[in-house]
């Protein structure tokens, strides 16, 4: 369809100029010759027009060395298609400059006719162009909005289906930790049912914090999340009969909010792994904190017993993906004693 919109442009742009050459009085010009050959250069220039969209400078520069041999008409449809591009606009006034300059050597009484058709052509394509540029921007704003749009209502989405299912299922738990809190007569029983109490209340606080950045699309300022509660983290696996060491190297306080953040999330989901993969397995968490970056690595022995088969639900691939995504790496396999570890490198700062 657009060749063809090209070849009638062609045609347009060729038929007025040839029927001039054998109607209108030839006036004096740049190069003496026959009729036939101005009718050739109006062929030319027409021609050249076929290029103007793939090769649009060596298009308008080939039309205005013809524009000075004689008038075409192809200079205002080059001008136009020169303005209404907007990497090619100087070759408007190029298009201007050859016609004025023509026009000095035809001697042509109306020699300001053609500049001013052509300075014309020019805004006219340089509106459209301008006004083609704003409808592309508004399209592509559109479909921004659209798409943040359909994000925010996934996320409205996913809330509700938190709040509503998970969160009831959290709560039910809590209650029934504490009714058998109360109701037990063994201490290891009640306080096994605190401490299962305990961590579905914080379960609980964390789902609703996510479930307020999910329905307002905005991340929480950040927490500073090492050391203290790291070694609370540890604590609790110690208190689960989990046996488990940590140790830090270097000073803490050099990382940013954010690392520590990813820092607590790599061994929080290692220790998960642990508990639902290893239970019991002597488990060794190292901190290695510097000053341009900050290492963890968590290593658990070989399990006495092979722990009971759970789903898995790609806690590792998810961890993957947060740290490479704050420009740190992060690599998990078996050991040669028949153990896991988890090796995770990140930088002190969120690069920016």
């Keep these: 369809m657009t060749r063809a919109r090209d070849l009638a442009l062609v045609l347009l742009v060729a038929a007025p100029g040839v029927c001039r050459e054998f109607l209108v009085p030839a006036p004096s010009r740049l190069v003496v010759a026959s009729t036939a050959f101005y009718v050739v250069v109006h062929l030319l220039a027409a021609g050249a027009l076929w290029w103007r969209r793939t090769r649009p400078r060596a298009s308008g520069l080939a039309i205005a060395f013809l524009t000075l041999l004689t008038p075409t008409f192809a200079s205002f449809a080059s001008a136009f298609s020169a303005a209404h591009a907007a990497r090619h606009r100087w070759l408007v006034p190029v298009h201007v400059l050859a016609w004025v300059v023509g026009a000095g050597v035809w001697t042509v009484p109306d020699g300001l006719v053609g500049p001013g058709a052509i300075v014309i052509a020019g805004l006219a394509g340089l509106y459209l162009g301008e006004r083609r540029t704003l409808r592309q921007m508004l399209t592509e704003r559109e479909c921004e909005l659209r798409v943040e749009q359909a994000r925010a209502d996934e996320r409205t989405r996913l809330a509700a289906e938190m709040h509503d299912v998970v969160t009831h299922r959290l709560n039910l738990m809590v209650l029934h930790a504490g009714a058998l809190r109360m109701a037990a007569k063994d201490d290891g ?29 905005r ?8 050391p203290d509660r790291l070694s609370r983290l540890v ?17 803490a306080d050099t990382i940013s909010p954010a690392m520590r953040r990813t820092m607590y999330r790599v061994v929080q989901e290692s220790l998960t792994n642990v508990h639902k993969h ?40 998810g961890l993957r993906g947060r740290v490479e995504m704050v420009g740190g790496t992060l690599t998990a396999g078996p050991t040669d004693d028949g153990g896991f570890e988890v090796d995770a490198v990140l930088p002190a700062f969120v690069p920016t």
């Design 235 to 251: 604590a609790d696996s110690a208190a689960t009969g989990l046996e488990v060491t940590l140790t830090e190297h270097g000073d």
């Design 189 to 217: 029983v009640r306080q096994a049912a605190e401490e299962l109490r305990t961590a579905g209340r914080q379960a609980l606080a964390e789902l609703r914090d996510l479930v307020g950045v999910l329905r307002s699309g």
């Design 278 to 317: 290893a239970p019991g397995a002597h488990t060794e968490i190292t901190i290695h904190c510097g000053p341009s970056s900050v290492r963890a690595v968590i290593r658990n022995a070989r399990p006495s017993a092979p722990g009971p088969a759970l789903p898995g639900s790609g806690g590792l691939l």
């Design 219 to 226: 991340a929480p300022r950040i927490p500073d999340v090492l």
